[in-house]
């Protein structure tokens, strides 16, 4: 895994007390134990100045204030050795979604997910075949239908004023439309009463799908008992069960 590590004095901790850190969100593919990462043979430890101005290009430092005031919500690192040990400013650039999900050559099969971000609700998806998350979750892609259902879904939770299943403030994200961007939204508690951020964006692909929580929620393939066998759920290209 790729970490960005702070190096400043005074220290700075995370909530745990231990070192503040970033981590990369890439892919693994379990099968030939292959992820994505920037390390190669000689090539592990490199240093990134947040304010340096030798190269007459923006600090790093002011990317990301200008990344922050302007919602793009990743910062792409483009680590190649020639550089040596020492990353240049140009080499960041802030976006405002992820969008190389795993690698180009990756095969999409179909099947049924669920996540606890959708409080269970199950919905038919492309998944990359044989490749997760680091964190060991399914890479999703859904079609506009099925992310719409997904939004009403999520509106109805958030709208239950049930008191046994009322939700707590920041347990379900929201999802809004802008356009045909899909927006993920955080709800948070705090003394002032709740506050909304905007976490992500889904922006449809070439196929008009979107990877809806990718590398954020806990996706997982539904996994149906027939005659005492487990196996995934899957349907065909039209559709059917």
Known sequence: MDVLVPNGTPAWYGDSGADHTAAAHTWRHPATSRYGTALVDGYDIAYLPLDDVATGEPTVIDVLREAR?????????????????LIAPGRVAPTAHHDQHVPADATWVQATVTSTAVAGQEYRALVADGYTTDAGYEVARFDRATAERMVAD?????????RNSDPMPGEYPHLRWAGDVLLLIE????????TYREVDQAHPDPQGRYAIGAYGWPWQRVTKWVSGVASNATFDLNGRT
């Open 69 to 85: 005031h302007t919602d793009q919500r990743w910062i792409t690192i483009d680590i190649d050795p020639a550089d040596r040990h």
């Open 154 to 162: 999520l509106t109805a939770v958030h709208a239950n004023h049930d």
């Open 187 to 194: 709800e948070r508690d705090n003394v002032n009463g709740n």
